[in-house]
């Protein structure tokens, strides 16, 4: 379906937020709200407007889910136009926003020129990935998520979740926040994505051997995680 160009410029931004987020994680990311256009969006919400900029239909992106087809694949099946046509948009409203934050002073020109240097390698890594049931933007798994991460960080170093948050959000990254004890911090943070993964395999959600890959990876992520600056979460004091 044809969509006015003011649309498809909405749908790109958001979907340049998400690359920005794959690039440089969430501070640079988050530097970009207020750039031009609505509130920095949810992962969610953007990988969803990375499929709309496409024109895949909420429906056919269930149906992509249902059948385990990647982003680049879900597009190539259902889209109204094609991965590079998309690849091009969206980089090209994340040049735009990076230029806005920079001159707005919400990022340095080193930080837009590395979000932009790895862009398009993040917006390849995203249409490898698979489309999840949820892409339409209603589940926030992965907001859930990062906030339990948040409240392990917590858990271990004997904080509050939101003096956490608090931190993170003013630039801190979870390693310089847990200093000599970040192994500790690190552990325990496989260990609880361990559980999560060994209980979707003890429900048949997953297979043993998906939950193993799923485990490597989370390993790989949370590495991420703990030493790469970005805003954070709203964690709330339980």
Do not use: C, W
């Amino acid at each position: 379906m044809k969509r006015p160009n003011s649309y498809q410029k909405m749908l790109a931004v958001g979907a340049a937020g998400l690359v920005a987020i794959a690039a440089v994680g969430a501070t640079a990311a988050s530097a970009l709200e207020g750039s031009g256009g609505d509130a920095h969006p949810r992962p969610g919400v953007m990988a969803k407007a990375v499929l709309k900029s496409a024109g895949v239909t909420r429906e056919e992106a269930k149906q992509a889910a249902t059948e385990g087809k990647s982003f680049s694949e879900a597009i190539t099946a259902y889209g109204d136009k094609s991965v590079p046509d998309v690849k091009a948009e969206t980089l090209a409203a994340l040049s735009t926003r990076l230029d806005s934050a920079v001159s707005a002073g919400k990022i340095t020109q080193e930080k837009a020129d590395a979000a932009e240097a790895k862009a398009p390698e993040a917006f390849d890594q995203l249409m490898a990935r698979e489309v999840r049931a949820g892409t339409d933007g209603r589940g926030g798994r992965v907001g859930r998520v990062v906030k339990e991460m948040v409240g392990t960080v917590a858990k271990t170093l004997g904080m509050e979740p939101k003096a956490v948050a608090e931190r993170l959000k003013a630039g801190e990254t979870v390693a310089e926040i847990a200093g000599p004890r970040t192994a500790e911090v690190t552990s325990a943070l496989e260990a609880a994505a361990d559980a999560r993964i060994d209980k979707g395999v003890a429900d048949g959600k997953l297979t043993p051997e998906k939950g193993e890959s799923l485990k490597a990876k989370a390993k790989e992520r949370i590495g991420v995680f703990v030493n790469t600056p970005h805003t954070g979460p709203k964690a709330e004091t339980k």
